[in-house]
């Protein structure tokens, strides 16, 4: 027998690949009894009907729903336990509606490597489907509705693929633990009563391009749009995260980044806090939050920079944060542009700030605003040369400073942007 690995994870091999047929016209009446007699490498082709039992998959085969004229197969769980369980590396699953899990089970269980879960339904189960100690599985285009815990959990599950899913009305969207190199990408989120898109102790994953809608449900509760801690070398790019209590929320982390992210609506749009360090919030659009960004509980080296911020209270606000570098931000329509409480040693510059109530605000008993470098801001119309972003953060890269008090400030203004201008 020979093997070839082709690509993210699929292998071919060449078996004599058999094809069975289960429910009318096939020689087999239920699914099970079909794995059970079926080869390595077979194909077992179910036709419509509902199909009342639970699976073991224990081989490599690809099991595929088949509608036959009565609208895809239905496996309807005995509701003790798991309703499909994938025990076996190599196994494809598509085309099924899986329902009925018990309470604290899942509708699809994988505990095994190189698999591909792809277009199924999944409702009226418990969790969806479940990844546990599970590597380099596909899991793309599946349904996710109505179920009463995770529509998607990965546990201990390293290098998968989430990939364009929908997962409406469950209590939680996707959530993972103890993950590493995994690609969340392209899901959509709308609706779930608790948090959309959830990890904890993860590093070496991208989260990018999912759609998180507006949760009425979660922005009372105090759910996230993206929530994350202990995440290291984490980026979250290129996503919308709509109306939740916190948008996107960064705890106890670092080298994470937050690219290009569309956050509208919450309570807090960005949050990082808890001593989370060494890392970028960065060409993101940001508005209409009590808080758009906030920086808190002593994170540090946190570059918050080309930034769009709007309509907020405090559109930019470092509570309890230092040594972090506020720049090249187009900050305008709030109540604070950016604001500082007991946050000492960061670098604001080069923000262009305007139409605030209050541009620039150290506020608060005990606030300690005499470190912070606050030159080079830009006041009212905007500057005729607009920083352009780099590839890299280089902290050493600052403006010449301000010249002191022989100068005024509109006059040093004008100088600027003529040598700006000449250039």
Known sequence: MVCLSLGFLATAC???????????????????????????????????????????????VTLKGVDS???????????????????????????????????????????????????????????????????????????LIGNHGDSIYIHYSD?????????????????????????????????????????EQVSDTLISDNRIESNEASSRSGGDGIGMRYGTNVTIRDNYVGKHYYGIKVYYSNTTTVFNNTAVDSGVNIRFDFGTHDSVISNNTVRNGV??????????????????????????????????????????????????????????????????????????AGSTVSDNDRRANYYGEEPAVTPTPGTSVDATALPTPRPGEEEDFFSWLWRTISSLLSL
């Open 291 to 364: 808080d758009n960004i906030l920086v808190a509980g002593e994170c540090s080296n946190i570059f918050i920079e080309y930034n769009l911020v709007s309509s907020g209270k405090d559109s930019i606000y470092l509570f309890g944060s230092g040594d972090n570098i506020v720049r090249h931000n187009n900050v305008y329509d709030s109540t604070y542009g950016i604001r500082l409480y007991k946050s000492t040693d960061n670098l604001i510059t080069q923000n262009y700030l305007h139409d605030n109530e209050n541009n620039l605000y150290p506020s608060g």
């Open 159 to 199: 290098d998968n693929v989430i990939t364009n899913n929908y997962a409406e009305n469950n209590q939680f969207g996707i959530q993972g633990y103890n993950l590493r190199g995994n690609v969340i990408s392209g899901n959509t989120c709308d609706d779930n009563t608790e948090i959309d898109l959830y990890l």
């Open 69 to 143: 004229g009565n609208g895809l197969p239905v496996i309807y769980g005995s509701g003790s336990g798991d309703v499909i369980t994938i025990t076996a590396d190599g196994v494809r699953l598509e085309g099924f509606v899986v329902k009925n899990s018990e309470k604290y089970a899942s509708a699809i269980l994988i505990e095994s490597n190189d698999n591909q879960i792809v277009g199924n339904t999944i409702t009226d189960s418990n969790e969806g489907i479940h990844l546990d100690h599970g590597d380099r599985n596909l899991v793309t285009g599946n349904t």
């Open 14 to 60: 060449s078996l004599a690949s058999e094809s069975l047929i289960v429910g009318d016209g096939g020689s087999y009446s239920s699914v099970q009894s079909a794995i059970d007699a079926a080869s390595p490498g077979s194909t077992i082709l179910v036709h419509s009907g509902t199909y009342r039992e639970d699976l073991h998959v224990d081989k490599q």
